[in-house]
């Protein structure tokens, strides 16, 4: 056993010693968006001209984009708040990762389409990174993109009179500290709880102003919260006859977290690309009680996904006698208009100390020495990148099979990702006190977890076709076969390396709210420069009627010059 160390110090005493650095200066510039602080739109452009004119290397693997949001919950009963007597500072969560306030983005790289506009595109980034992200990464980086995987089995299903959970498929309770033993029948949402939520708000809903637990107003105060940008929540407040209270949070994505040709590009002089991104922002009227919260989906402005959560009525939520509505808004700068029977943006909300959206990333100026070298060796260098295509296939019946075309066809296919969703025809569908029925997709609902998690729903029979050819021999029924087959083999060495893992789901995740179901369709690609058709086919084996989210990976390639930033070729 000393031959390794003696190998490992012999080795070390012959590396060189000298400092020598490829870079000389590393300068982080930001380029803000085209909008003007106006995001009525919902859609946000950025011109990276900024970067491009520099005449340094961009390293757009590492840029962030930069959210100021801005996410109010009123309520139409003033009484008792102006004096803070009911406490709303943990009563909204973000759904586990900030990319849930993105719905679709596209990216067009020296005037050419490099990432194709994609909707859901959140749904497959909460996929990627529950699949491919390690704990140590949820430590280190977790509070900062607001990603903390939801608790998988604290999820409960209401069709029936109100409750504090809210209608539909829910996962907004957590035991507020308290972790009881599990008891005998499994009722672990009963016990537990969904104890992320609550850790995703230690980073988003800080009070400056209350002066309890450890005393951050002796410290710091709501100017000091503002002027280093920290996501804090301002106190209840009383607009007319509104009771509301705000949400301030600074939500950063990584680039690289929405596309892996963010992730693999590399550094590059005068690299120009423009993106578009269209944002889950809206507004929501909920019927409440100081017990019961209830949505109807005809009081519901997001489009296609709700990208915060309430919590609980009772626990983190709290409403006073006497009301019946609360409204819950997610903007982007400053407070617009919203549904519900007060509009909130006429309350006079503050807006968000940072103006506008961003984009920051490192300019770099290499030493002479290593610059020559880096250029002539990236003359035509070849970035290999994942895209993606998405469908939605709606309202399966319970028990029902189904065989979908998911393309004509299609070339350089690497997988088929399949997120399962119970369907919007069923999900929150309320026979109690409530005089409407309603339902909703859960990725519109304020009381689920959905798309930052699937459904908690089964296939069997799951089959794909590619080219005509069954990729899955004969098929696959059983819960350990795709988890083992097809889900752990997104991680470090295809989850096969026994302690060097990744990937933060496990069976039992899987079988509750993680049930990705996957194909990996390169090795029946023997020629990836031919268009072939994807078919996807299974059984609901779920007592409900279910939404399937369908992803199509794909391969592609882009070849830059690295020294003029130039698209020498795309396929």
Not at 148 to 157: C, E, G, I, L
Not at 498 to 525: F, K, M, P
Request: aromatic share 10%; hydrophobic share 35%.
């Amino acid at each position: 056993m000393s031959g390794n160390s003696d190998n490992y110090v012999y080795e070390n005493s012959m590396m060189s010693q000298v400092d020598e650095e490829p870079y000389k200066f590393k300068e982080f510039f930001y380029v803000q968006d085209q909008q003007g602080s106006n995001y009525s739109s919902g859609q946000i452009t950025f011109d990276l001209a900024g970067f491009s004119n520099s005449n340094k290397y961009t390293s757009l693997a590492e840029a962030v984009l930069t959210l100021p949001v801005v996410v109010v919950l009123s309520q139409d009963n003033a009484a008792g708040l102006s004096a803070g007597a009911v406490k709303n500072d943990l009563a909204v969560a973000f759904k586990s990762g900030f990319w849930n306030l993105i719905s679709s983005f596209s990216v067009d790289y020296d005037g050419q389409n490099v990432v194709q506009l994609s909707q859901n595109v959140n749904a497959y980034c909460s996929y990627k990174a529950n699949t491919s992200w390690s704990n140590d990464d949820v430590d280190t980086m977790g509070a900062t993109l607001g990603f903390r995987p939801d608790t998988a089995n604290s999820w409960t299903y209401n069709n029936g009179a109100d409750v504090a959970r809210g209608n539909g498929i829910s996962n907004n309770f957590y035991a507020d500290g308290t972790y009881a033993t599990m008891s005998a029948n499994y009722n672990g949402n009963a016990t537990h709880g969904n104890n992320s939520l609550y850790l995703r708000q230690m980073s988003t809903c800080v009070n400056p102003a209350i002066a309890t637990g450890q005393n951050v107003a002796a410290i710091r105060g709501e100017t000091q919260f503002k002027n280093e940008l920290k996501s804090f929540t301002k106190a209840n407040a009383v607009a007319t006859t509104l009771a509301y209270q705000v949400w301030y949070t600074t939500c950063v994505i990584r680039l690289k977290d929405l596309s892996s040709f963010f992730e693999n590009f590399v550094p590059t002089k005068s690299a120009y690309a423009r993106l578009t991104l269209n944002l889950n922002v809206g507004s929501l009227a909920m019927n409440v009680s100081t017990t019961t919260a209830w949505l109807n989906n005809s009081n519901n402005s997001f489009t296609n996904c709700c990208p915060v959560m309430l919590s609980a009525v009772g626990q983190g939520a709290n409403f006073t006698a006497g009301t019946t509505q609360a409204v819950l808004g997610v903007y982007i700068g400053q407070v617009g208009s919203s549904v519900g029977t007060i509009n909130q943006g006429t309350l006079g909300v503050p807006a968000h100390p940072l103006p506008s959206c961003r984009i920051t990333a490192p300019l770099i100026t290499m030493n002479p020495q290593y610059e020559l070298k880096y250029a002539q060796s990236n003359l035509s260098k070849t970035i290999l990148y994942e895209d993606i295509y998405s469908t939605t296939l709606t309202n399966v019946a319970s028990n029902n099979t189904f065989n979908y075309l998911v393309t004509n066809g299609i070339r350089g296919a690497l997988k088929v990702v399949i997120i399962p969703l119970i369907a919007a025809s069923v999900n929150g569908r309320n026979t109690g006190s409530a005089t409407t029925s309603a339902t909703f997709s859960p990725l519109l609902s304020p009381f689920s977890t959905e798309p930052a998690t699937a459904s908690p729903l089964s296939i069997t029979q799951f089959q794909v076709q590619f080219g005509g050819q069954n990729i899955l021999s004969p098929f696959i029924s059983y819960s350990y076969e795709d988890f083992l087959q097809q889900v752990n083999t997104n991680g470090i060495n295809g989850g096969q390396s026994t302690g060097l893992t990744s990937g933060l789901i496990d069976e039992n995740s899987w079988s509750n709210c993680y049930r990705y179901y996957v194909c990996d369709l390169s090795r029946g690609d023997d020629d990836s420069s031919v268009n072939k058709s994807i078919v996807v086919s299974g059984l609901n084996n779920t007592l409900l009627a279910a939404d399937y989210l369908i992803y199509v990976v794909y391969r592609k390639r882009a070849v830059i010059n690295c020294q003029t930033g130039k698209l020498l070729s795309l396929s």
